[in-house]
């Protein structure tokens, strides 16, 4: 397996469910994606606005999950003050950002709806990479 992209090592330690948009020179992100040479990556997309217009410049967007418990115990990892939470604080939290009828704020579970691919980040950080190049893989067909 040749090396993982360099977007993909953030992603495993992720806390939060984590949308990405990949779009190419002719969309969203076209600007600093035809300077670079290649496509864009936009990270944490998070409300309906943002992948309703990212998806109208033909942007393809990739969600990456992990299971609520997975997700707590990489903040408890990180150790960082603001990550001292309990888990139920860090659930109602979460809670606050998985619906909202406001298409401007954040509504992961609509959003995550909007993907093209959606990866399970629970395991480990090869098998995650092995999700990310069977995704680019199909893009790219």
Not at 80 to 98: H, L, N, P
């Amino acid at each position: 397996m040749r090396p993982a992209p360099q977007c993909a090592g953030p992603f495993f330690m992720y806390n939060r469910p984590m949308i990405i948009g990949i779009t190419g020179t002719n969309g969203a992100g076209k600007g600093q994606a035809r300077k670079d040479g290649g496509n864009a990556v936009i990270e944490s997309v998070r409300s309906i606005g943002e992948a309703e217009y990212l998806k109208s410049h033909e942007a393809l967007l990739w969600a990456v999950d992990a299971v609520m418990p997975v997700r707590y115990e990489r903040v408890l990892g990180r150790m960082s003050e603001t990550d001292r939470i309990t888990y139920d604080q860090f659930v109602a939290d979460e809670a606050a950002e998985i619906a909202n009828t406001d298409t401007a704020k954040p509504n992961l579970r609509a959003v995550i709806g909007f993907s093209d691919t959606v990866l399970t980040n629970n395991g480990t950080q090869d098998g995650l990479y092995a999700q990310v190049e069977a995704a680019l893989a199909k893009a790219a067909a």
